[in-house]
């Protein structure tokens, strides 16, 4: 799966409002700091790998959650929003979807 192909799904599927355009523009974006959304943009920006990928990488499974390690730890916080780590669960959540749901069209 690329990083665009992921990005639409969670987009599609989330209700998190991923998206601000096309999913290289979201990526510019969000590398640049002009997400619409803030938490969104740096959930963006942690899939890209902070300007590693385009949206025609490949991104596996575990790349993807590993990605999000980072910002899980910061909205785990005490003095982190909570609409954050909400935003965050439910993107790994529809990671795990995005790719079960690819592995289910294999077989």
Do not use: C, W
Not at 7 to 24: E, F, I, K, N, W
Not at 68 to 84: H, N, Q, S
Not at 88 to 100: L, R, S
Request: no cysteine; charged share 30%.
């Amino acid at each position: 799966m690329t990083l665009s192909e992921l990005l639409t799904h969670l987009d599609a599927h989330s209700g998190l409002g991923l998206l601000d355009g096309s999913p290289q523009e979201t990526l510019d974006k969000a590398l640049d700091g002009e997400h619409r959304g803030p938490i969104a943009g740096e959930i963006v920006k942690a899939l890209g790998g902070a300007g590693e990928r385009d949206g025609q990488t490949p991104i596996d499974r575990a790349q993807a959650v590993k990605a999000l390690g980072p910002l899980r730890l910061k909205y785990m916080g005490d003095d982190a929003p909570v609409e954050g780590f909400r935003m965050v669960e439910k993107t790994i959540t529809g990671i795990d979807d995005a790719f079960n749901e690819e592995a289910l069209k294999e077989k």
